[in-house]
Nanobody
Framework: QVQLVESGGGLVQAGGSLRLSCAAS????????MGWYRQAPGGQREFVAR???????SYADSVKGRFTISRDNANNSVYLQMNSLKPEDTGAYYC??????????WGQGTQVTVSS
């Protein structure tokens, strides 16, 4: 089992920036990739960014050039730097871990609200 705790959400004006953090604990040796998803009010959960242990980092087209994912393996953490935020970026952001066994773990979510 992997436990995930997110932080860093909040209210920001359009054009502003936020940095989300996610700390993992538990079976951290089984982590294969860490990433972020989001869910807008009334919408489905959608992919935002992923950074695997090995391989290429990937982003949703809607956030490319504005968001940057990074990892601190020494502290078992993943971050999402969000710049040039837009109202359509509003939603609950969830940290996500894919284990080497194919299991998927989720954090509890942190709310991001971008005002126009």
């Amino acid at each position: 089992q992997v436990q995930l705790v997110e932080s860093g959400g909040g209210l920001v004006q359009a054009g502003g920036s936020l940095r989300l953090s996610c700390a993992a604990s538990g079976s951290i040796f089984s982590i294969n990739a860490m990433g972020w998803y989001r869910q807008a009010p009334g919408g489905q959960r959608e992919f935002v960014a992923r950074m695997p242990n090995i391989g290429r980092t990937s982003y949703a087209d809607s956030v490319k050039g504005r968001f940057t994912i990074s990892r601190d393996n020494a502290n078992n953490s993943v971050y999402l730097q969000m710049n040039s935020l837009k109202p359509e970026d509003t939603g609950a952001y969830y940290c996500n871990v894919l284990s080497v066994h194919g299991s998927i773990y989720w954090g509890q979510g942190t709310q991001v609200t971008v005002s126009s």
